[in-house]
């Protein structure tokens, strides 16, 4: 049999014996009364804008191991126990490696004009001791063999080596909600996955390590600094990666700065010129070796018959540095926090516990659900289980930015679509729609599936977070839209309400092979 037909009818099978079985089982639908509840309490009620100014305007950014972030997670601890939570604590994991916050930026060009830039440090790149003053040179190093032709040339220079870029005109609106015919497109598995371009991860990858090299020889030459454009326009910067390590025994390198593309564009131009440009630059960063662990936080709602079995939902807390990371991801984390506030507040029993996660060092690579998963759960290269492991019903999870609830994606767990469906049904009228047989990837509910357990995450309207928040300076309280963020909340509280009370656990997969 034809490969593409052969897999479509195992699939289609394996649809079908889902289903059947779900609808045996006698899943209840969605609990109206109680979500009318909900509705009342996350609508009229809501508490998720106040915790989004703290957790933004007031303790943002929460770069992982910050200062920051420990008083923003001293601010959601103090709350949740306001709250009347349970069990409200910190759970440590580690090492992380060293704190950073960047405490003053002043970026100017002196000559030949005079103008402020919009520029952002690299985390874990250092300061520059004071203002420095000194010139800006374009050195066009592609290649380890450039090296030499630079040799010497570079002491106290501010140093640009990516070359002019084009920035086109925006003829699409940044913001967008998804139609239904693309919720449509994507309630369905592509027929025709895409093949993994591994050349394409090759030259990422080498194009990585060359960036490392080409680091380590700006330091060693005694660069004052390096310049980089940011890809986004506009005045929207991403500043998303470190420039220098995590590791306190590590050699500092030298402070990395990402610049409006625009102005770099101007300073790039000029040089072009041969008219000589002079830079100011003035950076106070800091680093933090007190304590090299980080944690995640916890809080429960202790349920009733069923307490030692657990339903958890989360969002990951910690944010780059540039914004005050609102989209991403604030916005999951007061989320999810207001849906236990709603839990609580409703006091509609529950069967089963409840628990909260807020998560660190996902942007790291999702480093504290890893940790969390591993320690209480099952360990993913070796598939050894620990017994809470048969004890966990479900994990929903929260981080696309601050579009409404359109659906969600089952990560392959295609046992749960009937049950869903019926959980979906009081929620069509605000816009959730769609169940989605793919999965998506990137962030904390990967942690859970890679032990074989159901992690969920839910689909959201794009909005702006490709376009203009996702790890940029940009990603701030005011792109924050209210009305989707309640209703997400309402939809968060009542999938994990029907969750506890459910009298089986949400169907599982297949385990995964160890390490896959």
């Not at 520029?119 to 800006?136: I, L």
């Not at 005694?222 to 980089?228: D, F, I, P, Q």
């Not at 429960?300 to 069923?306: F, P, Q, V, Y």
């Amino acid at each position: 049999m034809h490969k593409p037909l052969k897999s479509a009818l195992l699939f289609g099978l394996t649809l079908a014996l889902a289903w059947t079985l779900a609808a045996r089982r006698g899943w209840p639908g969605a609990d109206t009364s109680a979500i009318s509840v909900f509705e009342g309490e996350g609508l009229e009620r809501s508490h998720v804008m106040e915790v989004l100014s703290y957790l933004t305007d007031v303790y943002g950014p929460r770069l992982t191991n910050s200062p920051s972030l420990r008083e923003a997670a001293r601010y959601a601890e103090k709350t949740l126990s306001s709250w009347g939570l349970e069990n409200v604590h910190e759970e440590p994991w580690g090492p992380f490696g060293r704190g950073w916050s960047s405490e003053l930026v002043e970026a100017n060009e002196i000559a030949p004009g005079h103008f402020p830039l919009i520029a952002y440090p690299k985390a874990w790149t250092p300061g520059t001791n004071g203002p420095v003053t000194a010139d800006a040179v374009f050195a066009k190093i592609e290649k380890e063999e450039d090296f030499e032709t630079y040799r010497g040339k570079l002491k106290g220079k501010f140093v640009l080596t990516a070359p002019l870029r084009a920035v086109e005109a925006h003829f699409d609106p940044q913001a967008h909600r998804f139609t239904d015919q693309e919720l449509a497109d994507r309630s369905q598995i592509p027929s025709n996955p895409p093949a993994l371009d591994k050349a394409a991860r090759d030259r990422l990858i080498a194009q990585r390590e060359f960036n490392r090299k080409l680091q380590d020889y700006l330091t060693t030459e005694g660069a004052a600094a390096w310049l980089e454009p940011s890809p986004h326009d506009g005045g929207t910067l991403t500043v998303m990666d470190g420039g220098g390590s995590r590791d306190p025994k590590a050699p500092l390198v030298l402070p990395r700065v990402v610049v409006a593309v625009e102005q770099y564009g101007r300073i790039l131009r000029t040089l072009e010129k041969n008219i000589r440009v002079t830079l100011e630059l003035n950076l106070a960063n800091k680093f933090y070796d007190d304590d090299l662990n980080s944690f995640n936080i916890v809080a429960e709602i202790r349920g009733t018959d069923k307490a030692d079995e657990v339903v958890m939902l989360g969002a990951h807390f910690d944010s780059w540095a540039s914004g005050t990371g609102a989209t991403d991801n604030a916005a999951g984390s007061a989320v999810m926090m207001e849906a236990m506030r709603i839990l609580k507040t409703s006091g509609e029993p529950m069967r089963r516990t409840v628990r909260l996660a807020l998560w660190t060092g996902e942007e790291e690579g999702l480093l504290g659900s890893r940790a969390y998963v591993k320690e209480h759960f099952g360990d993913r290269q070796t598939m050894q289980l620990k017994p809470d492991h048969a004890k966990l019903s479900a994990y929903f999870n929260i981080d696309n930015g601050t579009g409404k609830a359109r659906g969600i994606y089952l990560q392959g767990d295609e046992a749960a679509r009937p049950i869903f469906e019926k959980w979906m049904e009081p929620f069509k009228g605000m816009g959730m729609t769609t169940l989605s047989a793919r999965g998506t990837g990137g962030t904390d509910h990967l942690s859970f599936d890679e032990v074989g357990l159901p992690g969920f995450q839910f689909i959201q309207d794009p909005l702006e977070y490709e376009t203009r928040t996702h790890h940029t300076n940009m990603d701030v309280y005011e792109r924050l839209q209210e009305a989707d963020l309640k209703q997400l909340a309402v939809i968060a509280a009542s999938f994990v309400y029907m969750t506890a009370n459910a009298d089986q656990q949400i169907p599982r997969k297949p385990l995964p092979k160890p390490g896959s």
